[in-house]
Each structure stands twice: as C-alpha cells, then as structure tokens.
T-cell receptor, first 113, second 109 residues
Framework: NAGVMQNPRHLVRRRGQEARLRCSPM?????VYWYRQLPEEGLKFMVY????????ESGMPKERFSAEFPKEGPSILRIQQVVRGDSAAYFC???????????FGSGTRLTVV | AQRVTQPEKLLSVFKGAPVELKCNYS??????LFWYVQYSRQRLQLLLR??SRESIKGFTADLNKGETSFHLKKPFAQEEDSAMYYC???????????FGTGTRLTVIP
C-alpha cells in the first residue's frame, strides 16, 4: 500500500498560470481532504470531498480555487491565475470516514514566481 | 464554531527536561482530539488520539473538558522529539479535522 500519493512534489508557476495538484488516496479510502500550509503558519482546512461530491468547502477561497474527486482517478486541486500569495505547501489526506484519523500525503510545494 | 488554539508558536527545551505543548479548543459538543507530528522533511503523521489514552514515544495527552484543553506532555525530552506538533479536533459526527497553528519544538542537546 503506497499510502497517499501527491504529485508533483514541487511545482513552479508564473503569475497568471494555472496550477493543478493531484492526490491519490490510500487504497480503500473514499474521503479526501485538502489543506494549505502557508509559510510560518499552520495547516488550514480547505475542502473535504467524497467520490464525485464536495462535502465541505468552507475553507476554499471563493475565487480561482476549485477541487474535484472524480469517480475514476485522483482528486485534483486547481488554482487558476495563480498569484504570489498562493505560494504554499498543499497537503492532501485521506480516510475511510471512520473513527480514525487521517493519512497524509507528502504535500505539493507550490511556488509562484 | 470549532477552534483549536496552540498559543506557543515556538518552544525550546533542553534535552532531559520536561516538555508541555499547550492546546485549547472551543467546541459546543463532544469533540475528538488528536496530536499530529511533522518531523523535518517527513509527512504529517498521527501521534496520538485522546480516545486511545495511550502513550506514544513517551508522550501523553489528557483531555480536560473543564478547561477545554488537550496538552501534550513528555517527562524527559529527547533530541529526536524536535518537530512541528499540531493539535487537531474533529467534531461530533464529522469527518474532517481542524488544526491549530502548530508549535515548533526544539530540543537543545
């Protein structure tokens, strides 16, 4: 079991470009969570998805950010028209939805230049 | 609304000294509390959960509902304990976790 896989590990984008971050949950996990870690700050919840459904997106910025978890394939966090302030580490976690905590991926470090 | 507060951004202790990382929470129901740890260049991993009442790597944490706290303690700090520690809360019936801002622990040799 490879655990939660995130790719790419590092992503550099110019201002105005799009960033697509992928997360493949652990085998058997159907719940995916995205978090953002800004420099010198803690983990901020962004969005919680189950297959084909967004359950809670209360932490997502209203514009430019979107997330999906299709029936087939990984979950995608998409950031359109990136700005310097989007530079951060983005972590994905997955769970089976039960009483136990999450399993985290290694994160994607996005740098906007 | 739920809130997790870790008042100390940075904490330094000498090797062998006791360590306590503070966590306070705000939640109207009965939450589930967790401590996660992130060692240098590693992914975030679960350290312990309050419902397990276990000791992991010498760390313990007791849920104090009266003080709404879930402080993490270890009697004798080791250099390998240096890491970022996050307190997290899951609300009743919820699946997603809310994290505090984290405390970076440095154990000085």
């Amino acid at each position: 079991n490879a655990g939660v896989m995130q790719n790419p590990r590092h992503l550099v984008r110019r201002r105005g470009q799009e960033a697509r971050l992928r997360c493949s949950p652990m085998k058997g996990h159907s719940h995916v969570y995205w978090y953002r870690q800004l420099p010198e700050e803690g983990l901020k919840f962004m969005v919680y998805l189950q297959k084909e459904n967004i359950i809670d997106e209360s932490g997502m910025p209203k514009e430019r950010f979107s997330a999906e978890f299709p029936k087939e394939g990984p979950s995608i966090l998409r950031i359109q028209q990136v700005v310097r302030g989007d530079s951060a580490a983005y972590f994905c976690a997955s769970s089976s939805g039960g009483a136990y905590g999450y399993t985290f991926g290694s994160g994607t470090r996005l740098t906007v230049v | 609304a739920q809130r997790v507060t870790q008042p100390e951004k940075l904490l330094s202790v000498f090797k062998g000294a006791p360590v306590e990382l503070k966590c306070n929470y705000s939640y109207s129901g009965s939450p589930e509390l967790f401590w996660y740890v992130q060692y240098s260049r590693q992914r975030l991993q679960l350290l312990l959960r309050h419902i397990s009442r276990e000791s992991i790597k010498g760390f313990t944490a007791d849920l104090n509902k009266g003080e709404t706290s879930f402080h993490l303690k270890k009697p004798f700090a080791q250099e390998e304990d240096s890491a970022m520690y996050y307190c997290a809360l899951r609300g009743t019936g919820a699946n997603n976790l809310f994290f505090g801002t984290g405390t970076r622990l440095t154990v000085i040799p």
